[in-house]
Each structure stands twice: as structure tokens, then as C-alpha cells.
């Protein structure tokens, strides 16, 4: 059974910073482009960033460029988002994403003082 | 950058009755890169359809979907009560950030 596990999220000040991380089971995950898409609350979906199978290829939203850092590790199954400079519009729940066909359940990333 | 409109926003219906929800993109998708997703509260999004018209492993056959270029339709032939939801339309055909997602639309009991 495919499995994607986020962990991570919490309570952070703005300004502040935050390491998501996503575990992956159930698939060759080193095969896989991975995605970050996040859900504020009460509004729709909207896509983070994008890395391929191998990690050579990265994109990012504009509104995270240069602060989030995407990033993995195909021997230990894991995905990553590094979030920097945290900023309250970044409260969401951020799921980790094979899309379009398996998605994780979610981590909450609340950005409040 | 596509940009994907669902209408209508929201959508009342009575169980049993049909739902027709569009998608409109604002250039010519792939089909092969069209994915709809049904989201309940406090859930992730589950995926319906993908290559615009083919069902995912374990979706109920109620479900279908259609179309190509710019205008996508999502389908419910019945409405089951577990189908009152969000629904949102995908394009994940171009490179980033062409991963877009259109806004949803509500599907909720009359």
C-alpha cells in the first residue's frame, strides 16, 4: 500500500522557520517526481514545488520562491520542505504529493505570533 | 501560466439527482494531463479522474469525465450521499508551474 507521511508542521512566529518532511512506503519513490501543495484554511489548493525523481530539476510558486528550499533523499525515502522567513499568509496544511495519484494527509503549518 | 475556472462555485442537488461540473482553461490542455479530485472537510484530496476521462483505481463508475482543449466536464450520474463535497479540476501536463488547480466547486445537499 502507497503511503506518504508528513510530519513536521506546528506553530512558528512569523519570520521563523520550519523543516517539513515527508516519509514515503509502498513505491519505488526514487522513480517519482514529488510536489509540495498547500490548503489555507477554508480555501482551495495551490501547488508549493515540484523536484524530480533523481533531485536535479526544482521549481518553486513565486510566492515561496526564495525562501522554501524543496529537497530529498531517494535512499531514505524522504521528501523535504525547507520553509525560511515564514510569513502568516503561509498558514496552511501542506501535503507532500505523487500527482496526481498519491497524497499524504496533510501537516498543519500555522505562522502566527 | 494556464489558469483553470470551475463553475459553477457552488452546486445544490438532491441525492439521486445528476452533477455537471465544468472546467475551463484559459489555453488548450493536454488531456492526458487533466485530473479532478474529490475533497471532503479535514481530508486530502482524493483523486476521481485522470487523463481527463479515466477512472482511478476504485472509483464508482457514477463518476466520469470528459472533454478536451479548454473545456472539461466532471460527471456524477447519481448522487450518492458520500459524493457531497469539493471538487477540483487539475492540469499537470506542463512543467512547473503549470501544476495549476482550478478554484472548486462545492457539491452540497438541497
Redesign the interface.
Known amino acids: 500500500e502507497v503511503q506518504l507521511v508528513e510530519s513536521g508542521g506546528g506553530l512558528v512566529q512569523p519570520g521563523g522557520s520550519l523543516r517539513l518532511s515527508c516519509a514515503a512506503s509502498g513505491f519505488t519513490f526514487s522513480s517519482y517526481e514529488m510536489?509540495w501543495?498547500r490548503q489555507a484554511p477554508g480555501k482551495?489548493?495551490?501547488?508549493v514545488s515540484?523536484i524530480s525523481s533523481s533531485g536535479s530539476t526544482i521549481?518553486y510558486?513565486?510566492s515561496v520562491k526564495g525562501r522554501f528550499t524543496i529537497s530529498r533523499d531517494n535512499a531514505k525515502n524522504s521528501l523535504y520542505l525547507q520553509m525560511n522567513s515564514l510569513r502568516a499568509e503561509d498558514t496552511a496544511v501542506y501535503?507532500c504529493a505523487s500527482?496526481?495519484?498519491h497524497?499524504?494527509?496533510?501537516t498543519l503549518v500555522t505562522v502566527s505570533s | 501560466e494556464i489558469v483553470l475556472t470551475q463553475s459553477p462555485g457552488t452546486l445544490s442537488l438532491s441525492p439521486g439527482e445528476r452533477a455537471t461540473l465544468s472546467c475551463r482553461a484559459s489555453q488548450s490542455v493536454s488531456s492526458s494531463y487533466l485530473a479532478w479530485y474529490q475533497q471532503k472537510p479535514g481530508q486530502a484530496p482524493r483523486l476521481l479522474i485522470y487523463g481527463a476521462s479515466s477512472r482511478a483505481t476504485g472509483i464508482p463508475d457514477r463518476f466520469s469525465g470528459s472533454g478536451s482543449g479548454t473545456d472539461f466536464t466532471l460527471t456524477i450520474s447519481r448522487l450518492e450521499p458520500e459524493d457531497f463535497a469539493v471538487y477540483y479540476c487539475q492540469q499537470y501536463g506542463s512543467s512547473p508551474p503549470g501544476l495549476t488547480f482550478g478554484g472548486g466547486t462545492k457539491v452540497e445537499i438541497k
Request: no cysteine; aromatic share 28%.
Open positions: 510536489n501543495v482551495g489548493l495551490e501547488w515540484y521549481y510558486a513565486d501535503y500527482i496526481p495519484t497524497w499524504g494527509q496533510g
